[in-house]
């Protein structure tokens, strides 16, 4: 897990790379389906390296429906999900 930058600019690496598109034509309002045209294995390879970097819980299909759209909702989500906790460990609320 890289750490570094902020959660957009970390969003933007994963996206430039599995995209194939510079980073600099990223912003919030990058669509991935309409502006970089994803398909549903690029959303589910998109997920798992969130997933990876962020420490994020496992994300429903449908949850991911709804934060895989732009770069945007991406950002908002990962700011908002919990860290994944390690087997053996409790969530404490």
């Given at each position: 897990?890289?750490?570094?930058?902020?959660?957009?600019?970390?969003?933007?690496?994963?996206?430039?790379?599995?995209?194939?598109?510079?980073?600099?034509?990223?912003?919030?309002?990058?669509?991935?389906?309409?502006?970089?045209?994803?398909?549903?294995?690029?959303?589910?390879?998109?997920?798992?390296?969130?997933?990876?970097?962020?420490?994020?819980?496992?994300?429903?299909?449908q949850d991911a429906e709804t934060f895989v759209t732009t770069v945007g909702a991406i950002v908002d989500y990962i700011d908002k999900a919990?860290?994944?906790?390690?087997?053996?460990?409790?969530?404490?609320?």
């Open positions: 897990m890289r750490e570094l930058g902020t959660t957009f600019e970390r969003v933007c690496h994963i996206v430039a790379v599995q995209m194939g598109v510079a980073k600099d034509q990223i912003t919030t309002d990058t669509n991935l389906v309409e502006d970089l045209c994803a398909d549903s294995l690029d959303g589910f390879n998109l997920l798992l390296e969130f997933e990876e970097e962020f420490n994020l819980p496992r994300t429903s299909e919990p860290p994944r906790v390690a087997y053996g460990e409790h969530w404490e609320h």
